[in-house]
């Protein structure tokens, strides 16, 4: 019920090309969907966020696809580029206590 | 603004000895969190402050973990004694308040031998 799982583990792309990371839920009190970049040697750091009461949000290159009654939610970065390559992870989080509960990450490459 | 500042960066013990990991949050946060980042796995939370009081510690093995946030500005997190099970790295994040972004440091990384 806790479980944010998320998928692929990792991830080649072209530079250029658009990558695609997912993840899927099953409580439905979650309202927060944050997703995190973490480079190598370096602690997570927040990417884009969105709450269920919208669909889309876009932040440059970076876009969250959010749907509700499929309970998932998806990262997709266009244009990627060789300084794109990172961990991704997806998290989510209630208002009850606000505490992040953390997809496995998805190794992202991206190959120039 | 100063980031989230965590020492030491690596740390090599042999197990059943003990460590201990520092963390100063950004100036003005009342939240810190302390989180356990096995290889390969996401961040698992294991105590979250509220300045200096726990608001949750359900997943902190007390029986090896302690951490305490002393007059609510920096923390301390303590293994005694380490298993081989330990070996990650230790992130601590902060946060004005409950709810808000929770900015990281760069972790330490822990190998027990």
């Known amino acids: 019920q806790q479980q944010v799982k998320q998928s692929p583990q990792s991830l080649i792309v072209q530079k250029g090309g658009i990558s695609i990371i997912n993840c899927a839920y099953e409580n439905t009190a979650f309202d927060y969907f944050p997703w995190y970049q973490q480079f190598p040697g370096k602690g997570p750091a927040l990417l884009i966020a969105i709450r269920p009461d919208v669909s889309e949000k876009k932040e440059g290159r970076f876009t969250i696809s959010f749907n509700k009654s499929a309970k998932q939610f998806s990262l997709h970065i266009m244009d990627s580029q060789p300084g794109d390559s990172a961990t991704y992870f997806c998290a989510a989080s209630t208002k009850s206590n606000y505490q992040l509960i953390w997809g496995a990450g998805t190794k992202l490459i991206i190959k120039p | 603004e100063a980031g989230v500042a965590q020492s030491p960066r690596y740390k090599i013990i042999e197990k059943r000895q003990s460590v201990a990991f520092w963390c100063n949050p950004i100036s003005g946060h009342a939240t810190l969190y302390w989180y356990q980042q096995i290889l390969g796995q996401g961040p698992k939370l294991l105590i979250q402050f509220q300045n200096n009081g726990v608001v949750d510690d359900s997943q902190l093995p007390k029986d090896r973990f302690s951490a305490e946030r002393l007059k609510g500005v920096d923390s301390t997190l303590k293994i005694q004694p380490a298993k081989l099970e330990d070996s990650a790295v230790y992130l601590c994040?902060?946060?004005?308040?409950?709810?808000?972004?929770?900015?990281f440091g760069a972790g330490t990384r822990l190998s027990v031998l």
């Open positions: 994040a902060s946060s004005y308040s409950l709810g808000d972004i929770q900015y």
